[in-house]
């Protein structure tokens, strides 16, 4: 079974700090995506980034970039110089990525990271 | 990538009675999903949107409760029936393209409120 653990359940920062959401998963497929999606009050999904399995690359979008550690099952997201415009909920997810997998394009969510960035 | 549409974007019902949500892709989908996120929770997947069969059921979810049509590639609808104040959710449905690069596109998502 799949499982995706944001132990931060709030976090709260002043604007311009670093801010690190923290996402650890359990899974047995070989081959899998992980997710983040921010969630604005708003209630739509905004999807930030997909990573595949194979891939361990760090990436760098803007202030965001994601730190995606195999040997410890982690995929953490860090918001540079954050502002009050990203305070949303942060949710982290795991789907299979094998193509005809019974679980392939099911996403399973984390409990999600409130972020509140104060002026 | 997809484009979802996703009808009505919020309602506010009375117990008792049935809300039917529709997902309208902008082009052709092997797999359509139902999602439900109670007040303050997580997203949990209700169930996968078969075309042309009865959809796939999560544990916990039955289809006299929340049953789904899927007409064709690009339409779906999800029905709450019987309603409860318990009902009060956000609803989304969801794609997955099958191309080889697997990427989960969501509808704006329906704001469900049952009194």
């Known amino acids: 079974a799949q499982k995706v653990t944001q132990a931060q359940t709030e976090i709260s920062v002043v604007e311009k700090e670093d801010v690190t959401l923290d996402c650890v998963y359990e899974?047995?497929?070989?081959?899998?995506?992980l997710f983040w999606y921010k969630q604005p009050p708003s209630g739509e999904l905004v999807f930030l980034i997909r990573?595949?399995?194979?891939?361990?690359q760090n990436e760098i979008s803007g202030r965001y970039s994601w730190n995606f550690q195999k040997s410890t099952s982690s995929f953490n997201f860090t918001i540079t110089a954050s502002q009050v415009v990203d305070s949303a909920v942060y949710f982290c997810a795991l789907s299979e990525a094998r193509a005809g997998g019974t679980s392939y394009g099911k996403l399973t969510f984390g409990q999600g990271t409130i972020l509140t960035v104060h002026p | 990538s997809a484009v979802i549409s996703q009808k009505p974007s919020r309602d506010i019902c009375q117990r008792g009675t049935s809300l039917t949500i529709q997902c309208q892709v902008d082009?052709?989908?092997?797999?359509m999903f139902w999602y439900r996120q109670q007040p303050g929770q997580s997203l949990t997947l209700i169930a996968t949107?078969?075309?042309?069969?009865?959809?796939?059921?999560e544990s916990g979810f039955v289809i006299d409760k929340f049953p789904i049509s899927r007409p064709n590639l690009t339409f779906s609808t999800l029905t709450v029936s019987n309603m409860s104040p318990e009902d009060s959710s956000i609803y989304l449905c969801s794609v997955a393209m099958t191309d080889g690069d697997t990427e989960a596109f969501f509808g704006q998502g329906t704001r469900l409120t049952v009194v």
């Open positions: 990573r595949n399995s194979f891939d361990e």
């Open positions: 949107a078969n075309q042309g069969s009865e959809a796939t059921y």
């Open positions: 899974t047995r497929d070989t081959t899998y995506y």
């Open positions: 082009s052709q989908v092997t797999m």
